[in-house]
């Protein structure tokens, strides 16, 4: 992917250079490209003078940053028990036929990205599949067509916001 340098420095410049904003940095980064390349991250540790290895720390503690490219819409099934005993599995074979990609992909169109989680913190709502952010609670093979209808026909971008996770 071509990294505009000069985007880099404009986020950089924004943050006046501080070590302190790096994961404010990050963030903006990763909402410009929808992943962490590594070119801009070369040039945030030469700009903020953080060696890199400390910046892929902060990159791979949080959900939210990808160092591979994500696609449009970011599909996250949770795995965790409570989500497990009530069909998981059956939604997430589901979902991996609609895209045609196992956890951890991104659709050749560079549409869907999906993950899987073990714990959301809703278990209530088990099972849940999160789309862009969007939460949809006690989900079942019929819920995931219309999920995935909806988001076909929906023209809206999807949600820039995500909310920073530590990884698990
Ligand atoms: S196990 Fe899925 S939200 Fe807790």
Redesign the pocket.
């Known amino acids: 992917m071509d990294i505009k340098t000069k985007a880099v420095h404009e986020i950089l410049q924004k943050y006046k250079n501080r070590r302190s904003a790096l994961l404010a940095v990050l963030q903006d980064i990763q909402e410009k490209y929808n992943w962490l390349p590594e070119s801009a991250l070369r040039m945030v540790a030469d700009e903020l003078c953080v060696p890199l290895i400390d910046i892929y720390s902060v990159a791979t503690f949080y959900r939210a940053f990808s160092l591979t490219p994500r696609g449009k819409h970011l599909c996250t099934v949770?795995l965790?028990?409570?989500?497990?005993v009530r069909g998981?599995p059956t939604v997430l074979d589901r979902v991996q036929e609609k895209l045609g990609i196992d956890p951890g992909c991104t659709t050749k169109d560079k549409q869907f990205t999906l993950e899987t989680v073990n714990?959301?913190?809703?278990?209530a709502?088990?099972?849940?599949v999160v789309i862009d952010g969007k939460y949809h609670g006690q989900t079942t093979i019929q819920k995931v067509n219309s999920i995935f209808s909806e988001i076909k026909t929906s023209k809206e971008s999807p949600a820039k916001t995500k909310k920073i996770k530590k990884k698990k």
């Open positions: 949770c965790g028990t409570a989500c497990h998981a714990c959301l913190g809703a278990c709502l088990a099972p849940i």
